[in-house]
């Protein structure tokens, strides 16, 4: 059985990444481009030998009282205009395996910019994580016509910030892994997230289930691109 956990919004500082990476497990780091550390939190979890994601800003349905922050991908930009910010989004993160979005309840909803996107991650041999902000993202279907391997996220950890809920989502973690043999878990470096992955990897270990990078649950390439069995949506933590 296998569990992947990922932990977005890295790169405002060293400390959470550099906590995570003690854990010695094979936790995926996320990493949103432009932030003070990105670049430096890049390299250091590359250098680790773990896997890094590009967070990749993305217009949600409350821009623009609600931004998805520099570098973010814009529903009314132009497909030059997408390429180019992609391109320099990649460039912020070296060493990103893959990408998934960051906010983005607007922009995975619609198919013309998602398949500019998918056929970018094509061309450089990436794929795509589905933080899936939105019950109607079209990315399963971008990817499958772009040949990018596609896999979603299962559950938050995080939404509600408070131990016992976030202990809870572990629980909720543990049971999905234990009936499909894998999940998707998201998470993000609060205190109180470190402290209950700190306290559930005992647990995960005693019930016989490995936490893995994201990548190594990708489905084999002649199976559709469909949510994998579990999936759930729930809305984005803020």
């Not at 481009?33 to 994601?53: D, K």
């Not at 995975?108 to 794929?127: H, Q």
């Not at 649950?217 to 002649?222: G, K």
């Amino acid at each position: 059985m296998r569990v992947a956990i990922v932990i977005d919004d890295l790169g405002r500082d060293l400390a959470a990444a550099d906590r995570l990476l003690a854990t010695g497990e094979a936790i995926t780091f996320s990493v949103i481009p432009f932030l003070a550390h990105s670049t430096e939190t890049a390299e250091r979890v590359h250098a680790a030998g773990e896997v890094v994601l590009l967070h990749l800003p993305m217009e949600p349905q409350a821009y623009p009282r609600i931004q998805p922050g520099k570098g973010g991908l814009l529903v009314a930009m132009d497909e030059a205009t997408l390429c180019r910010q992609l391109d320099d989004d990649l460039a912020a993160v070296p060493f990103a395996e893959g990408v998934n979005n960051h906010m983005g309840s607007r922009l995975t909803e619609e198919a013309a910019p998602m398949a500019v996107v998918m056929a970018e991650l094509a061309a450089r041999g990436l794929f795509f994580l589905d933080s899936r902000t939105t019950p109607h993202s079209v990315a399963p279907v971008a990817a499958a016509r772009a040949g990018v391997p596609w896999l979603a996220r299962d559950i938050f950890l995080d939404n509600d910030q408070t131990p016992e809920a976030i202990a809870t989502q572990f629980d909720r973690l543990i049971d999905l892994a234990l009936q499909h043999g894998h999940a998707i878990a998201i998470g993000h470096p609060h205190p109180a997230t470190l402290e209950a992955l700190e306290a559930a990897l005992p647990r995960l270990r005693a019930e016989g289930i490995v936490v893995v990078p994201v990548g190594d649950l990708l489905p084999p390439p002649e199976v559709d691109l469909l949510p994998p069995a579990g999936a759930m949506w729930s809305p984005p933590s803020p």
